[in-house]
């Protein structure tokens, strides 16, 4: 799945500024992607981009429309129909990690295909992947994992990324959600790939490298987490990992989704992380930990970061305070 | 999937007695679901059932025709159709387990339709899961666990399951696998799942039972198995397993498929299989250890198995030379 960059953003008749949080993170991550916004008339999100229609993105060079928002459910509405099907006239591609399929909706898919467009639903791999072999690549690789779900870690990937590209090294950032493909334009959404393919898929999508290039592989769920330990599973022995960032977020009072499940300490998730992935690489390491302290005042985070920093001896940052080139720093050591 | 019984055993062109090894474990474990076998001419395998043509095996009551053979590649073969076109004509329906599916061969499959009857493949799921939720759910749960593929883990499953049931248990054999699945009549192809619900699937076909029951769960893979561990892993959190089962060949030189990596140590096996079952369901202990000593003379076997229970103080079978019945004490424990 590759993308053409670059991208109008579609916001769509959002009605609520978080709705569009996907254009929101290709816009913040990479604005050099987004050429302008599609608002339609009842919009209230904003990514304060240049307002294009159909036509000026066109003239603009723009190659794909992006779906960067989330109605109610998560569906494609019908109401954006006739935008995207001029957009498909104009010769954009369309992408979208919605729950329903672009490819699903007969109108948009008989046109694509009549006109040579491509629909891309993220959300949903087309490719088939080997099973994993674990032989060892060559390139160096790493991986957030978390307490839990919805921790940080893409986020901190991104981040990661963009410091390591902002000293000079030589970096991919390797998505394996709908999000972070829509950011960076390529990945593969491991939580819906076979089971039996999890870690052939992550291996395919992080191949052998040059010998000082980083994968950022971004983590998913939790060994922790009674839903998707599978999905992590796969994913620590597809990326065999050279470095690991433990992320976490300290006020989560239960596991996401399970009521009835608390979260691990951090020593404990981070010792069996190890062990699990040590089968693929008996040199993986720690090099940091990412906390999410956007529930934290100020003091509070800086209390909490301190401690964790004292207890395990890594760098302890929340990448959105402070960034993570302490983080990188210690990665450079590798 | 429910597949109605009782079966015709279909061996087809076997060219080999190991290739109608699926048809073979039906018999061993379920004879009472198999009323004959229908061999073409060049067939050299046989289970020593009563020949029957198709028209005899309606005559005797059967329901289904098993395609209980694997000719080289694993498909579905062109040689077959004409006598499993006659079979849904004679108002059976078709199960298989191969690499290709019957659903996609268009004369079977418009055939079927057009008779109201049922093509199992069993490899393939056709039910959607739920993501799991890791509520502890009524009833008690066994697993197996492994060092590796392919060590047992099936057939010690089954063995289990009619133990318990000659000891009067309330017990159910859970298929995971496609041979699993053809044997007993139900199950879910379980590294065939989508990623996210692995876990969902686990718990789907474990459902809330009496006090008294017991699940026995097929396992498969292997935690430290770098292709299959995501597999693994959302089988024992689904899994909520109460008892555990180490399963091992102890002459294997390599992981099965990765001749790069080494298998565990018994005792590592056991720690991390644990750690990892404890987060759904903190009292989850070891019952035993089941060793195929199959490649061990019986004198290799006996001094083997007797190391092994002494170390562990646990009872240690190999369960086709003695059975499983010191198991079931252990589990009577529970």
Known sequence: MKIQKPYLLFLGDAQDPLAAK???GINQWHPEYCVGQYRMESCVAD???TEMDIEQAKAAGVKTLVIG??????????KWIAILTEALKAGFDLAAGLHNKLNDIPELKELADSLGRNLFDVRFPTQTFPVATGLKRSGKRLLQVGTDCSVGKMYTALALEKEMLAQGMNVSFRATGQTGILIS???VSIDAVVADFIAGAVETITPENDADHWDVIEGQGSLFHASFSGVTAGLIHGSQADALILCHEPTREHMRG????????LQTCMDLNLTFARTVNPNVKFV?????TSNLSETEAKEYLDGV??????????????GVSRIVTELKKI
Do not use: H, K, M
């Open 47 to 49: 990514c304060g981009l």
């Open 69 to 78: 928002v989330a109605n109610r459910g998560g569906i494609i509405s019908d």
């Open 258 to 265: 399970l009521p009835t499940y608390s979260l691990p300490d």
């Open 185 to 187: 334009g390529s990945g």
């Open 288 to 292: 940091g930990i990412s906390v999410n």
């Open 22 to 24: 996907v254009a929101q």
């Open 309 to 322: 920093e004292a207890q395990f001896a890594l760098p302890a940052v929340d990448p959105f305070r402070e």
